[in-house]
């Protein structure tokens, strides 16, 4: 099997795609329902209780078999098995991309018993500590886990921690500190007791900046509330690939869960990067987590590419982005709880996607990842809203709810769901100026209030949006919903030609931190540094001067 490595633009399909855009710019939504009474039918796909609607989306059969056509000449299902399969896919590290075998979706039976220790590792942890059986240094049962780890090591459990609050096992509390401002970890010490706390640092390198210097500051808060360096191993934990380095800490050796390079930081929630997940709600729902991702593994793996979830979403998003010219696309779930969801998308998207060279290492021309952004439904129609309903820029939307509520009153979630419903309806179909003005007159409005007033509250319409439902919020759909867009990135990053796996550009800004650090210490700027960076060194430098 060879991974492809085919600039979309080399593809006969490109020429067409392109030509058949123009067309598409001034699509009309209402028209499209009104000539296909089966638009749904056409233009949806059901996974199990997942169900991906793309029918409110500038497309035709026409225009998605050319898109079809252009992920087959960019042979994508020889990428799809050369991921499955443990082909060293991630060639600018060298590596494989094996997150997949974490829930159980690798043939290979060496990875799936390296995969399946791991897991008893954390099972027994995390079955112990809900029993009471880890205990801190005045022997009182652990009940306080504080997870120091950031982007990955952060993003994943946190915003699934934050999703499935209602499954959480009583008694116990999970927070996450993260940002290298001490005042992220100093409002979660304020509502510790150390006796009762444990910290798991979780950093698949063990060398980031932020969470080292969360750690020490941790063990110091910790040595400073009495707990003493020889009992200092039962209260903290670590989950790296570096277990020398976790070990070098003071972590002893059964509190040291690790992972294999194959896992990519940002895909990294499925391995024991999870664990505090697995604190939060118990080993059993993590189980169901990781099957609800192995069903979108399989369902990405063997279905045809017409009838993919992942591979229409991946094929939408460059369709809008790369021909139609929209730079952004948002996601809005409607579920409290997955108030993380659009933070945690945007590492996995932006940080895989987000490159300009291709995969020949050439200069790309195209489009490649958008920024996604979001917030949760229905906050979000009182805030930014108003730009998609009448805005003058393309944003294409993913609207996703739960069928059932599991933390909510009945009632209340049959509100929020008639909103999310009424949200995509009225962005495709929005109000006629006409309409506007009889319902003005009806109102007895004046002829002047209607001049005055009516163009403003006319909607374009024509506003596209996918919605994606599932029946329940739960680990097992949780799971899978993750995995679907896990899988639509790695589909763009093929199409567009790129390689999704590595980040280098996060380096720079990490080294140039670095020596500026080293110039603040030593009270001396570095001449070689511009007018503005000067002025702003000088600024933090010198309290007096602000
Ligand atoms: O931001 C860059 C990055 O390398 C991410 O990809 C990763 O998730 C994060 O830093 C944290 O890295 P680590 O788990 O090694 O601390």
Same mark, same amino acid.
């Given at each position: ?21 123009? @067309? ?49 000449? +960019? ?85 699934? +921690? ?116 697995? +604190? ?44 139609? @010219? ?47 952004? @979001? ?54 179909? @929005? ?116």
């Amino acid at each position: 099997m060879s991974f492809p490595n085919i600039s979309p633009e080399d593809t006969t399909t490109w020429t067409s795609l392109i030509n058949m855009s123009r @067309g598409y710019r001034n699509f009309s939504l209402s028209i499209a329902f009104s000539e296909d009474p089966d638009r749904f039918k056409n233009f949806h796909v059901r996974h199990e209780g997942f169900l991906f609607d793309y029918s409110k989306n500038f497309l035709e059969a026409i225009a998605r078999n050319y898109l079809l056509d252009l992920a087959r000449e +960019c042979q994508l299902s020889d990428a799809i098995e050369a991921m499955f399969t443990g082909e060293a896919i991630n060639r600018t590290e060298n590596r494989e991309v094996l997150h997949v075998a974490l829930r159980g979706s690798s043939d290979d039976p060496h990875i799936r018993d390296v995969v399946a220790s791991q897991l008893s590792a954390m099972k027994e942890f995390v079955n112990k500590l809900h029993r009471g059986e880890i205990r801190g240094f005045k022997g009182n049962p652990i009940r306080h886990i504080v997870n120091i780890g950031i982007g990955g090591s952060d993003l994943g459990p946190a915003m699934a +921690c934050e999703a499935l609050r209602p499954f959480h096992v009583p008694g116990f509390k999970i927070s996450f500190v993260s940002n290298v401002d001490g005042a992220h970890l100093r409002t979660v010490l304020k509502e510790a007791n150390v006796e009762e706390t444990l910290f798991i640092i979780a950093s698949k390198t063990f060398t980031t900046q932020e969470t080292m210097m969360n750690a020490h500051a941790a063990k110091a808060w910790y040595l400073s509330q009495g707990g003493g360096e020889e009992n200092l191993h039962l209260h903290f934990a670590a989950i790296s690939t570096n277990i020398k380095l976790a070990n070098q800490f003071g972590v002893k050796q059964d509190f040291i869960f690790g992972f294999e390079d194959w896992v990519g930081g940002r895909y990294s929630v499925w391995s024991s990067i999870g664990l505090s997940l697995a +604190c939060a709600i118990g080993f059993e729902r993590f189980q169901e987590f990781l099957n609800g991702a192995h069903s979108a593994d399989q369902h990405f793996r063997y279905s045809s590419a017409e009838k993919n979830i992942p591979v229409l979403m991946a094929l939408l998003g460059i369709w809008y982005g790369t021909f139609l @010219g929209a730079e952004t696309q948002a996601v809005l779930p409607y579920a409290h709880h997955l108030s993380k969801f659009p933070e945690w998308l945007q590492q996995v998207d932006m940080e895989s996607n987000g490159k300009q060279i291709g995969r020949d290492g050439l200069r790309i021309n195209h489009q490649t990842g958008p920024v996604i952004w @979001g917030a949760t439904g229905t906050n979000g129609q009182h805030a930014f809203f108003q730009l998609l309903h009448q805005g003058s820029i393309l944003v294409p939307c993913d609207f996703i709810a739960a069928a059932r509520p599991v933390d909510s009153d009945e009632r209340q979630h049959q509100v929020l769901l008639s909103n999310f419903i009424a949200q995509t309806e009225a962005l495709y179909k @929005g109000k006629t100026i006409e309409a506007v003005i009889s319902e003005m007159r009806a109102a007895g409005k004046s002829s002047e209030e209607i001049d005055h007033l009516a163009p403003h509250r006319v909607f374009r319409g024509d506003r596209p949006t996918s919605t994606i439902l599932i029946p329940e919020l739960n680990p097992y759909y949780l799971g899978m919903l993750m995995a679907m867009y896990e899988h639509k990135v790695f589909v763009q990053g093929i199409i567009w030609n790129i390689y999704s796996f590595d980040q280098w550009g996060v380096e720079l800004g990490k080294v140039l931190a670095g020596d500026i650090l080293k110039e603040m210490d030593e009270g001396k700027i570095n001449s070689n540094h511009d007018s503005s960076t000067r002025a702003i060194m000088e600024y933090v430098m010198n309290p007096g001067m602000q």
